[in-house]
């Protein structure tokens, strides 16, 4: 904490107050006395002024930031972008928030777009492998190095794909099996496998790797578990998919095929994707510390964080038994209710 | 079609291109002779022109649409605003996307920010009983009608409540339970458990609501299915939630107490969620047009539709059975590859 500049939020943390608290204390909103006290208290000891917001920016800031995802119907990146749009909005910062659908054209026509349109920064997802990001302009990159002074945010890539592996390898697991479909532009991302292939060949483990790109299609995978199936029995007795969502697909097309998943095989994916965002995760995954993720982002793009120049910063992962490994599940926080 | 201004994706489909080569006819990009001619052709059949994107538009517009959501971490919010940023991309227009984490403070505060942020209108999905709209800046809200000269745009929820009872009779059920959670500001769709209730007592069926707040919690209908198991049975056979959400959280309680869902009660939400977005629905639902809704609440921001004052568009919704009711599942759609 000693280093980080305190937010609105450790400031609600330190006050035990609600954060929308806080904010009306700043905003000049009556809110009763007691509260009033205690939020000032707390930010006198955490050294919070609202002069924050100022430190770091350019002249002439808008206060919006700029958020490039390639779409919300993706849970990952909706909670990704929700947790970013937290954050800036405890700094009072809008979010300009664009989605490409995964078209590379889209993608430098919306970095265009959003440097004509005066934002302070940009928070960027995206699979061009072209990218040209000028200097000029703060930009955060997600899951893929751009050039060396772009700041770059991912999870702990490889080491979530070790953690799989060795998971799996002390399930019991002898055959392991990994399993890809994304972009063809590479990035942190693809750490994944590699974790997951390096931590096989430590343990001695005999393990396969089959990475496909999305112009393929997700029927190549499908071709390739038809062909390791013999009489009923698939020849992997541990799958990693690079997705929670390749695992939801690829557990459903097993089962079609009568194998039934944890008993006759095994299988963790990435993500941490949860039920409805707060039930049981989908399957056994990698946790990605998705508003950690979102936090630092934010950070380092209004110059919260000291680690403005050429970091490439991996935030660690965890894991969690979702119902598709041979051990007991975790729950998930049930229904949240809103509006408390 | 005829009194609609055609849109760029009109354009893509008559000239039977992808939506990104239009994008670049029209931006001066290089596309092969073959297909500008075809967009060409397409645009002089249809009558449209570049100058569509202006007309209708007050003068010193900023080409930026804000949409106010509680929050991306659900996915009626997610999947609606993916589709916002996709009919407003294909505009030239930006997204300037606010979450409200159901802060009915930060919802004021946000309508307060959008319009000192000079937008050209505002899409708002709120919770705010008394959130003041003036009628100088286009707004168009979604699922609740604020005021008479605030244009409204929803699914047909009413139609949506008739259609699940009488879906829950036609397959057998004969003692009906409508489980309902949420705000505690009325809106649209709370006409599900109307559109239910009367479609019911129409039947002749014997029916029963039990309508909680958020505040109240979860526990609440909880507590209400405990008291009515009687020797391991509920008393009810049929339930429909007012969201796939709550469907999905009812039924895992009640599976848990050996309650078992199609056999011993038939179940319908509302939404049509499907796991991951493309793949099948989480249960059987009333499935919302989410699509048709964005575009409707786009175009008529923009004054692309004749019935800009005054009106409250219910849009049709459908019934997809999603394997918590006694007949087959739809299929989803699988595996979508991006990038293609």
């Known amino acids: 904490m000693s280093n980080k500049k305190p937010t609105m939020k450790d400031v609600a943390r330190e006050a035990g107050v ?3 608290t806080v904010s009306k204390v700043f905003n000049g909103i009556a809110v009763g006395k007691a509260y ?9 000891q955490l050294g919070y002024s609202v002069d924050n917001y100022a430190r770091g920016l350019r002249s002439g800031r808008t206060s919006t930031v700029a958020m490039i995802v390639p779409g919300l119907d993706h849970s990952f990146f ?8 937290y ?4 700094r009072d910062y809008r979010l300009m928030l664009v989605t490409t659908q995964f078209d590379p054209h889209a993608e430098s026509r919306c970095v265009q777009m ?8 940009i928070i960027g997802l995206t699979y061009t492998s072209d990218l040209r990001i000028s200097g000029d302009l703060p930009y955060v990159s997600i899951d893929r190095c751009i050039s060396p002074n772009i700041p770059c945010v991912s999870s702990d890539n490889f080491s979530g794909g070790s953690m799989a592996a060795e998971k799996l390898i002390s399930l019991g697991c002898t ?16 750490k994944r496998g590699a974790g997951f292939t390096a931590a096989c060949e430590l343990a001695g483990t005999e393990s396969f790797s089959l ?13 390739f578990l038809d062909d390791h199936i013999r009489n009923g029995r698939l020849e992997y007795d541990g799958i990693f998919c690079n997705t ?19 008993e006759d095989v095994q299988m963790i994916g990435y993500d941490g994707t949860r039920h409805f965002f707060t039930g049981d995760y989908v399957c056994s995954t990698i946790v990605q510390p998705v508003q950690q993720m979102a936090e630092t982002a934010v950070r380092i793009l209004l110059n919260e964080e000291q680690y403005r120049l050429s970091a490439l910063v991996c935030l660690p992962v965890s894991y969690a038994a979702g119902g598709t490994t041979r051990e007991p599940a975790e729950k998930g926080e049930g229904l949240i209710n809103y509006g408390k």
Chains 1, 2 share one sequence.
């Not at 009033?36 to 006198?44: S, T």
């Not at 909706?78 to 749009?85: F, M």
């Open 87 to 90: 954050e800036l909005l405890q």
């Open 18 to 20: 609600a954060l929308g």
């Open 78 to 85: 909706s909670s990704l972008a929700n947790a970013v749009s």
């Open 36 to 44: 009033r006290d205690r939020v000032e208290a707390a930010a006198a």
């Open 244 to 262: 929670d969502r390749l695992a939801f697909f690829v557990r459903r097309y097993l089962e079609q095929r009568g194998i039934r998943v944890p």
């Open 114 to 121: 959003v440097r004509q349109n005066k934002v302070d920064g």
């Open 211 to 223: 990475r496909v790109n999305d112009e393929d299609g997700i029927e190549a995978i499908y071709a």
């Open 175 to 190: 055959k392991l099996l990994f399993l890809r479909t994304g972009s063809r532009v590479i990035g942190e991302t693809d």
